[in-house]
C-alpha cells in the first residue's frame, strides 16, 4: 500500500486518509474517492490530499478483517462464537451463549506478530461471558494489508478463541448450621445469580447441622447434577467436617485449599459423575473469589486440576477486605 499525498487528478478510486468538508457535505476518511468528490474537493480550493493506494497483492481493511475472523472462527456453531459485520476495518467476535472464553493464547499471539498493522484483542482466558457478550476485536490498522501477510497472521489459529457453554443445568446448595438458628439466605441468594447467569437452575434449599453424618446424607440425595457446600463454620482443614462428609458418601476430595484471596478455603471433589464444590465463605458474597473462577469451569464441564488452581495464584490477590481479622497489610 502506497500513503501519502498525491495532486487531485491522481486521488481517483484512491482512499481517504483523512476526513474533509467539501461541496457542504463531509467526506468521511475510508471513502474511496469518486470524480464527484474530486470536484468538491477542487471547488473548495484544494489540490492535494492525503490518500492510501491498494497495490497488487494488498487486501482491503473491511475485507482484512472479515477473511481474519473467518480464519479464526471457522466453525462459529461449535464455537459458540458470533461474528459483526466489518466497519473501518474492525469486527468484533461475540459470544453466542454464556459460558467460559477459552484462548491459545500462543496462537492469539503469534496473529498479532505478523504484522503491527493486523491485531486482535481479546477478553483475559477463562473469562465468565453472558450471550451476546464481546469477547475479541479484530482490527486492520491501516486501510490495507498484503495478502501473504493476513494469510499467515490466519495460519494455524483456526479454533484460538471459543466460548465453552454450560454443560450443566441444576445445581444443588447444601448449607450447615452450628446452631439452632437457620443461616440467612444471604449465601443462598448470592448463589443463586451466580448460577442464574449461568443458565443453572438452583434446588430448594437444604440446611442440615454441621455434622458429618446429616452432611453426607444430604450429599447423597442431592437432585442437582452438581452440589455446592457452604458450612456454618469456616472448613479450615482437609479432614474437617466438609470435606470428610463427602468420603463418608463414596465421593472423593481432588483439592483443598487454593492461592486466591479471597476465596482460600475452596475444596473440589466429585460424587460419582457428579462435581462437588465445597464453598469458602466469601461465596455468600456476590463479589468475585476464588470460588467463582473454579465453579465456572466446573459448571462448563471442564476439568479443573491440581496445575490449574495453582496457576490461579498470579493475579488471585483480587482485594482487600477491611474486615479481615489479619488484614493482609498492617496499618500505619
Request: glycine share 12%.
Amino acid at each position: 500500500m502506497k500513503f501519502g499525498q498525491v495532486p487531485l487528478s491522481e486521488a481517483a478510486g484512491a482512499i481517504l486518509a483523512h476526513s474533509l468538508q467539501a461541496g457542504g457535505r463531509k467526506i468521511a476518511k475510508g471513502t474511496e474517492l469518486t470524480t464527484v468528490d474530486l470536484a468538491d474537493l477542487e471547488a473548495e480550493g484544494l489540490s492535494e490530499i492525503t490518500v492510501a493506494r491498494l497495490e497488487v497483492g494488498d487486501v482491503q481493511e473491511n475485507e482484512a478483517a472479515l477473511a481474519l475472523a473467518q480464519m479464526i472462527v471457522p466453525d462459529p456453531e461449535a464455537q459458540h462464537v458470533r461474528i459483526s459485520g466489518a466497519g473501518a476495518g474492525r469486527v468484533n467476535l461475540y459470544a453466542a451463549t454464556c459460558g467460559v472464553v477459552q484462548l491459545d493464547a500462543e496462537q492469539l499471539k503469534a496473529v498479532n506478530e505478523v504484522d503491527p498493522m493486523i491485531s486482535i484483542a481479546t477478553v483475559p482466558g477463562w473469562h465468565r461471558v453472558d450471550a451476546g457478550g464481546m469477547i475479541a476485536t479484530i482490527k486492520i490498522i491501516s486501510y490495507a494489508v498484503p495478502q501473504s501477510a493476513l494469510l499467515r497472521a490466519g495460519a494455524g489459529a483456526g479454533g484460538a478463541l471459543k466460548v465453552t457453554a454450560p454443560a450443566y443445568g441444576s445445581a444443588t446448595l447444601i448449607e450447615t448450621r452450628v446452631s439452632d438458628d437457620t443461616p440467612s439466605d444471604k449465601g443462598r441468594a448470592a448463589m443463586a445469580g451466580r448460577l442464574d447467569r449461568m443458565g443453572l437452575e438452583l434446588s430448594p434449599r437444604v440446611v442440615v447441622r454441621h455434622h458429618e453424618a446429616e452432611l453426607r446424607q444430604a450429599i447423597v440425595e442431592a437432585p442437582g447434577d452438581l452440589v455446592l457446600i457452604l458450612t456454618g463454620s469456616a472448613t479450615s482443614d482437609p479432614l474437617d467436617v466438609a470435606p470428610q462428609a463427602l468420603r463418608l458418601a463414596g465421593g472423593e476430595v481432588t483439592r483443598f485449599g487454593m492461592p486466591v484471596d479471597p476465596g482460600n478455603l475452596l475444596f473440589l471433589g466429585a460424587l460419582g459423575d457428579k462435581p462437588v464444590v465445597g464453598l469458602p465463605g466469601c461465596a455468600r458474597s456476590p463479589a468475585l473469589n476464588g470460588a467463582d473462577w473454579v465453579l465456572e469451569r466446573v459448571i462448563c464441564g471442564i476439568e479443573v486440576g491440581n496445575g490449574d488452581i495453582a496457576a490461579m495464584g498470579v493475579g488471585g490477590l483480587l482485594k482487600e477486605i477491611p474486615t479481615r481479622p489479619m488484614p493482609r497489610r498492617s496499618e500505619s
